[in-house]
């Protein structure tokens, strides 16, 4: 019993939060700075907050992650951090030289009131950011939001410092990609590819901290999006974002400075999440859905007909960021399971509004629950009054899920014990076909190792 000490009985809590279901803003920010090609992310604060950040990265994704940070002493914390960032970006662009310093704030400089505009000015006026060369920020104090609200800062400001409308519109979809695997994004290039639709995504990370080993140390691996693609987004006809938390904000500056209309749709988690992408996608480039994606399309349903027996009235819980699990919900929703308890950490009405529609009809009953009072401490107590069949989510579930003895499928950030995230998509049909395997698999498992001896059964 790792979790000894978790109660079926609830008391109220106002002031604690125990085992939240959530991470620190910085760690989205950087994690989104590395979807832009030869960027280096810099963390403004202290040494353990880079450090922290970036360990929380490589763990998940298993890759040396880059990043710099101010490394402020005693001084810079009660004086202020502007010299040491000032001599951060003439160090940083003479040893490691990347195109883009990408600045996130921290807590401390945060609480301090560093004024990031007027200390890049000064870089500039000083003559420390060299020719062609660009620093670009965004704040993220951790002690509101969480790594999606960190993530969607960092991506509103590649629209911020590079997206430019010139007098010619391109027939171009930009694809706003919130957080998700690389193996997603690379996924989600796919389906665009297959359809024939000219498309930017933003930020992207395939290539970045999937890349495969060549023997040959890369500061700056050749995915991301380029500078010039990020700069054409403003000329797109049309955005489409990919879920609401990581993606919106950055969709409506885009339309605010260069005019480019958009669409909010979910993370293409699942068959209808997955329908509404390619069909936004499909109506905003022009172009017909192929065979190729259709027939895709048939085999998902096919593994849904054929295995509806196993996944009916399962009660699932899960836990994670908010874009992952609205169109999670929807697809357990369609598999016929019976999505029972649901929660995230990130705070947003759009999450309780977006349950409530969807659980209305076929679990009525479930319950749900976001912010930073949502943790995995309540999720544990409300599996310990009625058990469930199933626990989706990241690496730290897995105490739960043994001490309740309870099939568990990872997904999500971080997952630090398995591979198999960084490779498999769970976006698209072919995602959801991966995920729906995954589920079987896990469930059916659990069957065979627990059922009486008369029944265990050879075929399924
Ligand atoms: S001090 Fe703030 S920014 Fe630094 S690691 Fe902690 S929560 Fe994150």
């Not at 994004?185 to 890349?211: H, N, Q, W, Y």
């Not at 949502?374 to 897995?398: C, R, S």
């Not at 769970?426 to 589920?439: D, E, M, Q, S, W």
Request: glycine residues 8%; contains cysteine.
């Amino acid at each position: 019993m790792l979790l000894r000490h978790t109660t079926a009985q609830e008391v109220e809590r106002k002031a604690l939060t125990i085992n939240p279901s959530k991470t620190c803003q910085p760690v989205g920010a950087m994690y989104a700075a590395l979807g832009l090609h030869g960027c280096l992310p810099h963390s403004h604060g202290s040494q353990g907050c880079c450090s922290y950040h970036r360990s929380a990265l490589t763990r998940h994704f298993k890759e040396p992650v880059m990043a710099a940070t101010s490394s402020f002493s005693e001084g810079s914390s009660v004086f202020g951090g502007s010299s040491n960032l000032v001599a951060a970006i003439e160090t940083i662009f003479t040893v490691y030289e990347p195109d883009v310093i990408a600045v996130h704030t921290t807590c401390l400089s945060e609480t301090i009131g560093d004024d990031l505009t007027q200390i890049v000015s000064k870089a500039h006026e000083d003559g420390k950011v060299p020719e062609g060369k660009k620093v670009i920020f965004c704040n993220t104090p951790s002690y509101v939001g969480t790594h999606i609200t960190g993530y969607s800062s960092q991506v509103s400001s590649f629209v911020k410092f590079f997206s430019a409308a010139t007098p010619k519109k391109r027939n171009v979809v930009n694809l706003v990609a919130g957080w998700m695997e690389p193996s997603d994004m690379r996924e989600i290039k796919r389906i665009a590819r297959v359809m024939e639709a000219r498309t930017i995504l933003f930020p992207d990370m395939s290539g970045v901290l999937d890349a495969p080993l060549t023997g040959k140390f890369e500061m700056y691996p050749k995915g991301g999006v380029s500078l010039s693609d990020m700069a054409a987004t403003g000329d797109s006809k049309f955005s489409i974002g990919l879920g609401a938390y990581s993606t919106e904000d950055a969709c409506v500056k885009l339309e605010n400075k260069c005019k480019v209309k958009f669409e909010v749709v979910e993370i293409p988690i699942g068959l209808k999440a997955t329908d509404r992408f390619i069909t936004s996608l499909s109506r905003h480039a022009n172009v017909p859905v192929p065979d190729e994606l259709t027939e895709e399309r048939g085999r998902l349903v096919d593994l849904i007909a054929d295995n509806s027996k196993y996944f009916y009235g399962k009660r699932v819980a899960l836990f994670g960021d908010p874009d992952t699990l609205i169109p999670l919900t929807e697809f357990l929703l369609t598999l016929d399971m019976k999505p029972a308890y649901i929660v995230t950490g990130t705070p947003g009405k759009h999450f309780d509004e977006s349950m409530q529609a969807l659980l209305a009809e076929q679990a009525p009953e479930a319950r749900y629950k976001s912010g930073e009072r949502a943790d995995m401490f309540q999720l544990h107590q409300w599996i310990k009054q009625e058990p469930v069949d199933l626990l989706i989510g990241n690496t730290y579930g897995k105490y739960i899920a043994r001490d309740e003895n309870i099939p568990f499928v990872r997904l999500g950030f971080p997952i630090v014990d398995r591979p198999g995230h960084n490779f498999f998509p769970h976006t698209g049909y072919v995602g959801a076909t991966n995920l729906a395997i995954k589920i079987l698999d896990k469930v059916l498992d659990h069957t065979d190792r627990t059922c009486a001896e008369e029944k265990v059964e050879l075929q399924m």
